[in-house]
T-cell receptor, first 115, second 113 residues
Framework: GAGVSQSPSNKVTEKGKDVELRCDPI?????LYWYRQRLGQGLEFLIY????????KSGLPSDRFSAERTGESVSTLTIQRTQQEDSAVYLC?????????????FGPGTRLTVT | SQQGEEDPQALSIQEGENATMNCSYK?????LQWYRQNSGRGLVHLIL?????REKHSGRLRVTLDTSKKSSSLLITASRAADTASYFC?????????????FGTGTRLTVIP
């Protein structure tokens, strides 16, 4: 079956521009996560959506970062006024239930380069 | 930091040898998971071990968990070149309100054919 998909796979943008990253989770998965991974580093949690509950935004590094999710489907992560330190791979994952009780299924990621 | 830490950071072995990676963490957990990442892209779940379990097997993988030492190990037996990847442990901390997994910085495994 279809896994988690993300688009674009690569994005190069100029400093100061806004970018929007998309994630299509596995159908029926209620939980959706965004992570950021800098080169050679582990994953940093950004935001978590669970069904229709208010999202957990505790990992967003600044107010330039925001994310939305429509019901239990597509999510978009928006970074406004991008900075060079935003360069990273942004990974989306979905899970059939609250994490910790089940594995997370990851998309291939979007590699963002801010020049 | 609440992140787990893998040890070693990098490991290089010959095909057919066993590879052991360790993960340490700082606070009590609900469970611990191991993931594999190829080429800096999406992660693939390998195994989940709950806090009341001590050992778990899946194919050539063996995971142990010692909650008294706050550590886990991942053993890959009879390694293959295709096992070359980065391996991460991820913990679900026993903390009210925490929704996310905490990932370590990973062990980069290279299996030489």
């Amino acid at each position: 079956g279809a896994g988690v998909s993300q688009s674009p796979s690569n994005k190069v943008t100029e400093k100061g521009k806004d970018v929007e990253l998309r994630c299509d989770p596995i159908s029926g998965h209620t939980a959706l996560y965004w992570y950021r991974q800098r080169l050679g580093q582990g994953l940093e949690f950004l935001i978590y959506f669970q069904g229709n509950s208010a999202p957990d935004k505790s990992g967003l590094p600044s107010d330039r970062f925001s994310a939305e999710r429509t019901g239990e489907s597509v999510s978009t992560l928006t970074i406004q006024r991008t900075q060079q330190e935003d360069s990273a791979v942004y990974l989306c994952a979905s899970s059939p239930t609250r994490q910790g009780q089940a594995e997370q299924y990851f998309g291939p990621g979007t590699r963002l380069t801010v020049t | 930091s609440q992140q787990g830490e893998e040890d070693p950071q990098a490991l290089s072995i010959q095909e057919g040898e066993n590879a052991t990676m360790n993960c340490s963490y700082k606070t009590s957990i609900n469970n611990l998971q191991w993931y594999r990442q190829n080429s800096g892209r999406g992660l693939v779940h390998l195994i989940l071990i709950r806090s009341n379990e001590r050992e778990k097997h899946s194919g050539r993988l063996r995971v142990t968990l010692d909650t008294s030492k706050k550590s886990s190990s991942l053993l890959i037996t009879a390694s293959r070149a295709a096992d070359t990847a980065s391996y991460f442990c991820a913990t679900d901390f026993l903390k009210t309100g925490a929704n996310n997994l905490f990932f370590g910085t990973g062990t980069r495994l290279t299996v030489i054919p």
